[in-house]
């Protein structure tokens, strides 16, 4: 038996991403209508969390248990892997016991070990590198609020971090053009870069990126793990928040999203959040459904 993860959006194909989003809507309106959908009846979800989360958490919990399954909850603290035990036996045990194992850490590297050695499938539910399940949630926001993304244009504004480069790997797989605007210093990794060539653009003027955009998107300055420097890049930074006067440069369909939680007054205005082009608080929702959706995938390819 292959056991298929999701650590990245190129795991899936284009296709099974489209169906991915398609379930997810359905799922959705399942839920909006109070119809039972437990498809995942006695399934067990084990959530790894070495990066502590709102979304991710409520999402997963709640999904796996709308599925009719039940979750897990492991930090550090309540697992040997906060105490030296390896990647390697950890995930050896864990997924003896379980269905499926979401995670979200540090470093992707440590995603990838787990993967290469659970009998489970496993879900990147952050790293250092990757966002792709923000991703699932910002596509089926995109769908029901302005349908196919693909040849359309999107930018993205601020640090080149990890959902910058999920937003390069999406351009790929849904067939879009990205466009990022960020300081000098602060592009996305060249890796993923390359990966998207002939999707992506890199550029330093958020006025000249934001033309013609049909969908905005952008994360806080600076992520978990990077308090530190939070002074530093809130300067290097200046000039490029998003604003209601920046997007009125930008497509008159545009929509905004941001991956949450939002530093208001700092990478976006006080008020966006409440312009009536943004679409963040049914991004935010559509995490649980896009992931029901995900979780439905990975466990029917366990059963084929």
């Known amino acids: 038996m292959t056991?298929?993860?999701?650590?990245?959006?190129?795991?899936?194909?284009?296709?099974?991403?489209?169906?991915?989003?398609?379930?997810?809507?359905?799922?959705?309106?399942?839920?909006?209508?109070?119809?039972?959908h437990r498809t995942l009846d006695g399934r067990v979800l084990g959530m790894i969390f070495e990066k502590s989360s709102t979304r991710?958490?409520?999402?997963?919990?709640?999904?796996?248990?709308?599925?009719?399954?039940?979750?897990?909850?492991?930090?550090?603290?309540?697992?040997?892997?906060?105490r030296g035990e390896t990647i390697h036996d950890?995930?050896?045990?864990?997924?003896?016991?379980?269905?499926?194992?979401?995670?979200?850490?540090?470093?992707?590297?440590?995603v990838v070990e787990f993967a290469e050695n659970s009998s489970v499938p496993v879900?990147?539910?952050?790293t250092d590198d990757l966002h792709p399940c923000q991703l699932l949630a910002d596509m089926q926001t995109f769908a029901e609020a302005r349908g196919n993304i693909a040849g359309k244009t999107v930018t993205w504004i601020g640090d080149g971090n990890n959902m910058?480069?999920?937003?390069?790997?999406?351009?790929?797989?849904?067939?879009?053009?990205?466009?990022?605007?960020?300081p000098k210093g602060f592009e996305p990794d060249p890796?993923?870069?390359?990966?998207?060539?002939?999707?992506?653009?890199?550029?330093?003027d958020?006025?000249?990126?934001?033309?013609?955009?049909?969908?905005?998107?952008?994360?806080?300055?600076?992520?978990?793990?990077?308090?530190?420097?939070?002074?530093?890049?809130?300067?290097?930074?200046?000039?490029f928040q998003v604003t209601e006067q920046l997007l009125d440069l930008a497509s008159p369909d545009v929509v905004f999203m941001h991956c949450?939680?939002?530093?208001?007054?700092?990478?976006?205005?006080?008020?966006?959040?409440?312009?009536p082009r943004s679409v963040v608080w049914q991004q935010a929702e559509n995490r649980l459904h896009a992931q029901k959706a995900l979780l439905e995938f990975l466990y029917q390819q366990v059963q084929a």
Do not use: W
Not at 4 to 10: A, E, I, K, P, V
Not at 92 to 99: F, G, K, N, P, T
Not at 123 to 126: E, G
């Open 164 to 182: 910058c480069n999920s937003y390069a790997e999406a351009a790929v797989q849904f067939d879009f053009h990205l466009k990022v605007a960020c």
């Open 206 to 239: 958020p006025k000249e990126a934001i033309k013609g955009s049909h969908l905005v998107s952008t994360d806080v300055f600076a992520s978990m793990g990077q308090e530190d420097e939070a002074a530093d890049r809130l300067q290097k930074f200046q000039g």
């Open 260 to 275: 949450l939680p939002a530093h208001r007054g700092e990478e976006i205005s006080e008020t966006l959040l409440d312009d």
């Open 191 to 204: 890796y993923y870069v390359e990966k998207a060539k002939g999707h992506i653009e890199v550029m330093h």
């Open 56 to 82: 991710t958490r409520v999402s997963f919990e709640s999904g796996i248990i709308q599925l009719g399954g039940q979750a897990i909850f492991l930090s550090p603290r309540d697992t040997q892997l906060g």
């Open 3 to 36: 056991v298929r993860h999701f650590l990245s959006l190129f795991d899936c194909s284009k296709q099974e991403l489209t169906n991915i989003i398609q379930r997810a809507i359905e799922l959705k309106k399942l839920r909006n209508n109070n119809i039972p």
């Open 123 to 126: 879900i990147n539910a952050l």
């Open 90 to 110: 950890s995930a050896i045990v864990i997924s003896s016991m379980i269905d499926i194992i979401m995670i979200r850490t540090f470093g992707h590297d440590k």
